[in-house]
């Protein structure tokens, strides 16, 4: 994972970071408030020698109580000095226990010792670090004094003496909050990456690059009522899922620019990552744009077109292929473009025999000799094989990704088994994708009419203006029809010739 990796993954996991970072909070403030109040008393001491006299003397009486103040640091926290400060004060602790609430240091080059006891009360503090510097002068009088008899040539002297704190030196709530945001913060992160990792789902075009290098040719925005109101025509012009398909048709024109694949097959890598809806909107945008088109329900298993668009389907595909009625007379009309659809027709026991046959094959040659673009819904690749046979036959597939829907490795089998038929693969179309946040598609969208193109806005309106359906839609009883769905007037069909 390179930089932009992390900070995709920050993005799509940012609630998650902020939620570990206020748990981190909340933990540094439930320590601060559970953890009992430490309160600390200092006291400090001052070693000297006894001898005087000149100069070097002194030196030398320095220099010698400096070599002896770590002794005596390191003699504060022992039982000779400990258990007399114990029994002066009546506790009922040990000199094990004693010894750690004690902390005794000294500065360097200097011949002073400090000495720092913690206990929950203040007045105790003081009192045991009061007791165990006075318990260290006798004990460093009696150590240091000469076996022959005599005073000590050190002595100890309190300088600071000890006294009880007003404020607790633990817990510490600034410094609690500080780790504890810290330490949530740094969990988060790292629940972020592992749960990246882990995600193989598809997500993003760069989730869809790390598997193909195929041309994602659009991503289609996300939209809560698509699924009571599956077409474009019903929703704005400029709304988001609009504009999506109308970029799904410039940058399929481009990566068709040679122009050989007339017919377009649009299958999914498995059920539910809206193929259907794709294909039908795309048709509905081509035709939008002055192409005859005809929309092919070659979905056998689970035809969707004919339901979407209103359309009778016990009439189609399956009767022609069968050679019950010539395609002509299957063909219906929809909306006021040149879009034609042939849904599916009965739903047959051997759809991948039916689509596979030479009758499917000459059939696709025959619309594409009639029709600008032939767009064909097949079903998914993986659960079974009637998209890689009938891909065969087509001249580029168009692979639908469903965001959050599938898996990598379900992409790569999906495209190895086109790979295997020598299917021409057009290119990728990322479906169900966000309209905000880490992984969305599109950067932005017109939101008014004066915000389109004037490309856009001219070929929508030559579309208009040119249509045959304009002055039959004026009629009140196709108006109505419409309105339902479909409008089918087979005598301005384009002829299909056999």
Aim: with cysteine.
């Amino acid at each position: 994972m390179d930089l932009r990796d992390y900070l995709l993954t920050l993005r799509r996991n940012w609630a998650l970071v902020l939620a570990a970072t206020l748990l981190g909070l909340l933990g540094g403030g439930g320590v601060s408030l559970l953890v009992k109040p430490t309160y600390t008393a200092d006291t400090q001491l001052f070693v000297a020698t006894q001898s005087s006299g000149t100069v070097t003397e002194l030196q030398q009486g320095n220099s010698f109580s400096q070599a002896r103040v770590q002794s005596y640091v390191k003699t504060v926290t022992t039982p000779i000095v400990l258990q007399p400060a114990i029994d002066s004060l009546g506790l009922g602790v040990t000199t094990d226990e004693m010894a750690q609430r004690v902390k005794a240091s000294t500065d360097l080059n200097t011949v002073l010792i400090n000495i720092s006891v913690s206990d929950s009360s203040p007045a105790q503090a003081a009192a045991s670090a009061q007791a165990i510097a006075n318990s260290l002068i006798k004990a460093v009088d009696q150590l240091e004094r000469p076996k022959g008899g005599g005073s000590s040539p050190v002595s100890l002297s309190i300088i600071t003496p000890a006294q009880a704190p007003t404020q607790p030196s633990a817990p510490n709530p600034k410094l609690n909050l500080i780790l504890g945001i810290l330490i949530g913060l740094a969990l988060g992160v790292a629940a972020a990456i592992l749960r990246t990792s882990l995600d193989v789902r598809i997500r993003s075009e760069a989730d869809v690059r790390r598997v193909t290098d195929s041309a994602v040719l659009g991503g289609i925005a996300f939209d809560q009522d698509a699924a009571k109101k599956p077409l474009l025509t019903q929703f704005g012009p400029q709304s988001q899922r609009a504009e999506s398909f109308r970029q799904l048709r410039t940058n399929l024109q481009f990566a068709n620019v040679s122009g050989h694949a007339k017919s377009v097959l649009m299958t999914s890598s498995l059920p539910g990552e809206g193929k259907s809806t794709t294909a039908t909107n795309l048709a509905i945008a081509l035709s939008q744009a002055g192409q005859n088109v005809c929309l092919v329900d070659a979905d056998l298993r689970r035809p969707m077109v004919g339901e979407y668009l209103g359309l009778d389907r016990n009439a189609g595909l399956t009767t022609a292929l069968v050679g019950a009625a010539d395609v002509n007379d299957l063909l219906q009309s929809w909306g006021q473009g040149g879009l034609y659809v042939l849904t599916s027709g009965q739903i047959p026991p051997n759809p991948s025999e039916l689509l596979g046959s030479d009758e499917m094959k000459d059939l696709i040659g025959r619309l594409e000799l009639a029709f600008d673009a032939v767009i064909i819904d097949a079903p998914p690749l993986l659960p079974v094989t009637d998209a890689a046979v009938l891909a065969q036959h087509v001249g580029g597939v168009l692979m639908v990704v469903g965001s959050q829907k599938i898996k990598q490795h379900d992409l790569k089998k999906s495209l190895s088994a086109l790979e295997l038929v020598g299917a021409n693969l057009l290119g990728v179309v990322l479906n169900r994708v966000p309209a905000k946040g880490a992984d969305a598609y599109a950067y932005t969208y017109y939101g008014s009419e004066e915000g389109r193109s004037p490309v856009e806005a001219s070929v929508d309106k030559h579309s208009a203006d040119s249509s045959p359906w304009v002055e039959a839609l004026a009629e009140p009883s196709v108006r109505n029809n419409y309105d339902q769905g479909a409008v089918r007037s087979p005598s301005v069909f384009p002829r299909i010739r056999g």
